[in-house]
Nanobody, 116 residues
Framework: QVQLVESGGGLVQAGGSLRLSCAAS????????MGWYRQAPGKQRELVAA???????NYADSVEGRCSISRDNVKNLVYLQMNSLKSEDTAVYYC??????????WGQGTQVTVSS
């Protein structure tokens, strides 16, 4: 079993910044990729950013240039630095990990609210 615990969400004014963190623990041999998804009310969950174990990053077009994902491969941590936040960034943000063994794991989610 793998546990993902997110932190760093909260309320921020438009134009502000937040840094989300996610710690993975449990039976982990290899983490192939870690990343962040978000789900706004009434919308489907969508990719925000992901980072493979060999350093390849992928960002949603909506956050490209405003967000930066990074990992600590030794400590199994992933971070999402979000800048120039907009009201449309308001959502529950979920940490995701693709792990061997076990496959896909999700965190409980952390709320990000951007006030305009």
């Amino acid at each position: 079993q793998v546990q993902l615990v997110e932190s760093g969400g909260g309320l921020v004014q438009a134009g502000g910044s937040l840094r989300l963190s996610c710690a993975a623990s449990g039976t982990i041999f290899t983490i192939y990729a870690m990343g962040w998804y978000r789900q706004a009310p009434g919308k489907q969950r969508e990719l925000v950013a992901a980072l493979t174990s060999n350093g390849i990053a992928n960002y949603a077009d909506s956050v490209e240039g405003r967000c930066s994902i990074s990992r600590d491969n030794v400590k199994n941590l992933v971070y999402l630095q979000m800048n120039s936040l907009k009201s449309e960034d308001t959502a529950v943000y979920y940490c995701h990990a693709l792990v061997h063994p076990g496959g896909n794991y999700w965190g409980q989610g952390t709320q990000v609210t951007v006030s305009s």
